[in-house]
């Protein structure tokens, strides 16, 4: 089960973009990064390719942050948190380790 997921919001703690919050898009758990709307835009130089209708010019997107450098925002305290398991009513949910309060 993993600690972050789509939908969360969640706090940057390390970077260019430390303190900001955001809502996490997308998660690679084989590569530990997630992507989270509006931060870390990067600007992307896009070429016309072939017929295909495509945004052409300097695009700005969301690159991927690394797992290690977001901490989840706990939706009871309002505070950036680690997260921890308990189990409740016979399923795994999540934890935050400030308040004790399950996530899910």
Avoid: W, Y
């Amino acid at each position: 089960m993993l600690k972050i997921r789509k939908g969360d919001t969640v706090q940057v703690m390390a970077g260019d973009d430390r303190n900001k919050r955001g809502e996490v898009r997308q998660v690679f758990p084989r590569r530990a990064r997630v992507i989270v709307a509006g931060i870390n835009l990067v600007k992307k130089h896009q070429r016309r390719t072939g017929n295909v209708r495509t945004q052409v010019g300097i695009i700005q997107r969301e690159a991927p942050l690394s797992v290690a450098n977001v901490a989840l925002v706990c939706k009871h305290c309002g505070k950036p948190t680690r997260v921890g398991f308990l189990m409740e009513g016979g399923r795994k949910v999540r934890q935050c380790k400030k308040c004790g309060q399950a996530i899910d």
